[in-house]
C-alpha cells in the first residue's frame, strides 16, 4: 500500500499542472478576496476585535472542562438529551440508538462538517438510512460522489459549467443554467426532503455554556428547514466549539462571516436552546447533542498544539494559503485540510500518521495573518515538524549523509575542487527530483561566485 506522504506528493505534482483545476480555485478564491476586503472596511478596529476574540478562545480552552460540564447541565434543564462520544465509533453508536429508536429512514443534514469526521453518510447510508445534504455545496459534492473539497466551501473546486453538466446529467436540467437558477432548482428538489425527514442532523458554530444552547449560522434557510421540521434533532459538535455565553455572539459572527465570506453578517443565525415547547407550532420533538472528542484531548494535552482548539472553522487560513491554492484540498486526503489541517489531523488521528502535512507549508505566514483568534499557525506546524523528527527512527545511514552534507556545505572549497561536469552532473541530478518533470533545470555557471568575487566579476 502506498504511504500517505508518497500519495500526497505524487497527487501534488499531478494537480498543480492541472491548469482547469488552477483557474477555478483562483477565480473562486479571487471572488472570496474582494469580498473579504471590502468586508474588512467596514470594522473601525478589526485588529482589536481579533485580539478580543483570541483572549476568549484561548480562555475557554484553558478552562474547557468547566465550561463544557456547565454546558451539559444548562443544555439538559432545557430537555435536551446530552451525550459524550470519545470517538467516531461511540458517536456512531449513540446516533444510531437514536435512529433505531425513533425508526428513521432519512435524514436531512445541514452545517455538518464534523459529520464527515464519523463517516456519516457512508455508515448510516449502509444501514438503509436515506441522508441527504442541504447545504448547496454539499448537496453538489455528495451528488458528485465526492467529498468536500474545502471546509467551508465544499464545492470550491467546481465551475458553473461543472455543476450545470452534473445537473444535466443527473436531472436533466440545462447545460446553460445560471447560478440562480440551479439553486432555485436544488431548493425545489430539497423542499419535499424537509417535509417526508424524521431527522434532521446539523453541527453547531458554537456551544453556549451559559444558556445550554447551540448558535447555527448559514445562508441558505436550509439549516432551519434541518431543525424545523424533522420530528428529531441532532446535534454532532466537537468539544472545542464552546463560547461562554450568547453575549459573545456580537463578537464571533460578524467575524466568522467576514473571513469565511466576507459579509457583514450571515443570513441566518440561530440559537437554538432545546426541543419546541408545546406553545410552539414548529420544531423537534426530541433534541440530542452528541459532544465530540475524537482526538481533540490528545490536542488538548499538547502544551502548544492545543492553541489550535480555539479555531471556529472560518476557512480563511485555506483561502491565503499559497500551497493549498496550489495542490487543493483532496491533496490532503484528510476531513480537515490547508493550514488548520495540517496544525490537528496529525493529533485528532495519531494511528493514520499525517504527520506529513506539517510539512506541507513554506511557512509564509499568511495563515496567521488572516486568523480571526490569531492562532500562530506557522509556529504549530514547526511543533508538529519537531515532533515527527524527534519521534522518528534514527538511521545510521541518514546521519552520516546529513553529517556528511552538512560539513561540504559549512565548507565551499571542498565543492570547488570538484570537476565542473561532475558538479554539473550532482546539480542536475538532485534537482530534477526536487523540481519534478515539468520544470526546467538551471544551469549552473563554470566558475564558482567565490572566483567571479575575487575577480571583481562581482561588484563589491
Not at 444535466?168 to 417526508?196: D, I
Not at 457583514?264 to 415547547?277: D, F, H, K, M
Not at 552520516?400 to 565548507?411: D, P, T
Request: net charge positive; glycine share 6%.
Amino acid at each position: 500500500m502506498i504511504s500517505k506522504t508518497k500519495k500526497f506528493l505524487s497527487d501534488s505534482e499531478r494537480i498543480v499542472f492541472d491548469r482547469k483545476h488552477r483557474n477555478t480555485i483562483r477565480f473562486n478564491i479571487s471572488k472570496y478576496q474582494v469580498s473579504v476586503e471590502a468586508g474588512k472596511k467596514r470594522f473601525s478596529a478589526l485588529e482589536d476585535a481579533k485580539s478580543r476574540a483570541a483572549v476568549v478562545k484561548r480562555y475557554v480552552v484553558e478552562h474547557l472542562s468547566s465550561y463544557l460540564e456547565e454546558f451539559e447541565e444548562r443544555a439538559t434543564a432545557n430537555g435536551i438529551e446530552v451525550l459524550w462520544a470519545e470517538d467516531e465509533d461511540e458517536a456512531i453508536m449513540h446516533i444510531k440508538n437514536v435512529i433505531v429508536s425513533e425508526k428513521i429512514k432519512k435524514v436531512v443534514k445541514s452545517k455538518s462538517m464534523t459529520s464527515e469526521e464519523i463517516a456519516f453518510n457512508e455508515v448510516f447510508g449502509d444501514l438503509g438510512v436515506e441522508c441527504v445534504e442541504t447545504d448547496l455545496g454539499e448537496f453538489i459534492v455528495q451528488n458528485a460522489g465526492e467529498k468536500p473539497y474545502h471546509i467551508l466551501t465544499p464545492a470550491m473546486h467546481k465551475s458553473r459549467g461543472d455543476v450545470a453538466q452534473l445537473f444535466n446529467r443527473l436531472f436533466g436540467t440545462s447545460t446553460e443554467a445560471t447560478a440562480s437558477e440551479m439553486t432555485s432548482f436544488v431548493k425545489g428538489v430539497l423542499r419535499s426532503q424537509f417535509e417526508s425527514a424524521e431527522m434532521g442532523l446539523t453541527g453547531a458554530n458554537f456551544l453556549l455554556a451559559r444558556e445550554g444552547a447551540i448558535a447555527l449560522t448559514e445562508n441558505e434557510g436550509n439549516g432551519l428547514f434541518s431543525v424545523s421540521y424533522p420530528r428529531v434533532h441532532v446535534v454532532l459538535a466537537g468539544i472545542e466549539k464552546i463560547l461562554p455565553s450568547v453575549e459573545y455572539l456580537d463578537l464571533f459572527w460578524p467575524l466568522l462571516a467576514l473571513h469565511g465570506t466576507g459579509q457583514r453578517l450571515t443570513a441566518y443565525n440561530s440559537v437554538i436552546s432545546g426541543p419546541a415547547n408545546e406553545s410552539e407550532l414548529n420544531g423537534p420533538q426530541r433534541m440530542v447533542i452528541v459532544l465530540l472528542d475524537n482526538g481533540r484531548t490528545n490536542l488538548y494535552q499538547k502544551k502548544y498544539q492545543s492553541e489550535s482548539l480555539a479555531c471556529i472553522r472560518c476557512g480563511a487560513c485555506l483561502n491565503a494559503c499559497p500551497v493549498y491554492k496550489n495542490v487543493g484540498g483532496y491533496t490532503y486526503n484528510a476531513v480537515y485540510s490547508g493550514p488548520i489541517g495540517s496544525v490537528i489531523m496529525p493529533h485528532l488521528k495519531p494511528n493514520d500518521d499525517y504527520s506529513h502535512l506539517s510539512f506541507a507549508s513554506s511557512l509564509c505566514g499568511a495563515c496567521y495573518d488572516v486568523c480571526p483568534v490569531k492562532i500562530n499557525l506557522p509556529e504549530l506546524l514547526l511543533r508538529n515538524r519537531r515532533d515527527t523528527v524527534e519521534g522518528a527512527k534514527k538511521y545510521v545511514g541518514s546521519s552520516l549523509l546529513m553529517k556528511s552534507l552538512s560539513a561540504v556545505l559549512k565548507n565551499p572549497r571542498y565543492i570547488s575542487h570538484i570537476n565542473f561536469k561532475i558538479q554539473s552532473f550532482l546539480f542536475s541530478l538532485f534537482m530534477k527530483k526536487g523540481f519534478g518533470k515539468q520544470r526546467d533545470v538551471p544551469t549552473i555557471d563554470k566558475s564558482s561566485f567565490q572566483s567571479q568575487w575575487k575577480n571583481h566579476q562581482i561588484k563589491h
